[in-house]
């Protein structure tokens, strides 16, 4: 069974600052690892994702993630926070059986201070 | 239209009453998703249907009625409800399970469902 831990559920950050967002999974069988991000009053839209290539993931708006099997985690980091990064934070996870469900986190909310 | 789109984006309602949330994908997909959000809570699946088949049904309330009359195309109608069923309700679409794809799903913009 697959299932995902965000550590934290609000986390804040000076504009400027390193981000770093947890998310640490569970899987019997080997995963695919995905960060989406969701602004106020709308859809969840897909970050990064892990698909067993290289282990270091780099995604859209300067975010990217590290897959380290041996620690079974996928954290997000983005080493300049920006305002406009102010967001929720999902990780989600499915395993690589031909099943096409996610399996996703309770979420971090991110905070800017200016 | 690209990606997926959802219509109605807002919507009251009120117990009685009886509505349909509907979802299109324009990305060739064939496997689609009904989600609930609700405040403070985690993301529930509440449906799964791959090219065209319900595969998931998550003991959601028969007051929620799913259809999918193609790959592009998904349904919720709402009867009945009760004031705990509001939410923001998302649409997502993916690749079909055994097509070896890696199964992101893309997410519509929700519709914020209010009931009164």
């Known amino acids: ?114 | 239209e690209t990606g997926v789109t959802q219509t109605p984006r807002h919507l009251v309602m009120g117990m009685t009453n009886k509505k349909s949330l509907k979802c299109e994908q324009h990305l060739g997909h064939n496997a689609m998703y009904w989600y609930k959000q609700s405040a403070k809570k985690p993301l529930e699946l509440m449906f799964v249907y791959n090219f065209k088949e319900q595969t998931e049904n998550n003991s959601v309330p028969s007051r929620f009625s799913p259809e999918c009359p193609n790959s592009s195309h998904l349904f919720l109608h709402l009867h009945t409800l009760q004031p705990e069923d509001s939410a923001l309700y998302l649409c997502a679409s993916s690749q079909g399970p055994r097509t070896g794809s890696s199964y992101e799903q893309y997410f519509g913009p929700g519709t914020r469902l209010t009931v009164t």
């Open chain 1, 1 to 114: 069974a697959q299932s995902v831990t965000q550590l934290g559920s609000h986390v804040s950050v000076s504009e400027g600052a390193l981000v770093l967002l947890r998310c640490n999974y569970s899987s019997s069988v080997p995963p695919y690892l995905f960060w989406y991000v969701q602004y106020p009053n709308q859809g969840l839209q897909l970050l990064l994702k892990y698909t067993s290539a290289a282990t270091l993931v780099k995604g859209i708006n300067g975010f990217e993630a590290e897959f380290k099997k041996s620690e079974t985690s996928f954290h997000l980091t983005k080493p300049s926070a920006h305002m406009s990064d102010a967001a929720e934070y999902f990780c989600a996870v499915t395993g690589r059986t031909g099943a096409n469900n996610l399996f996703f986190g309770t979420g971090t909310r991110l905070t800017v201070i200016p």
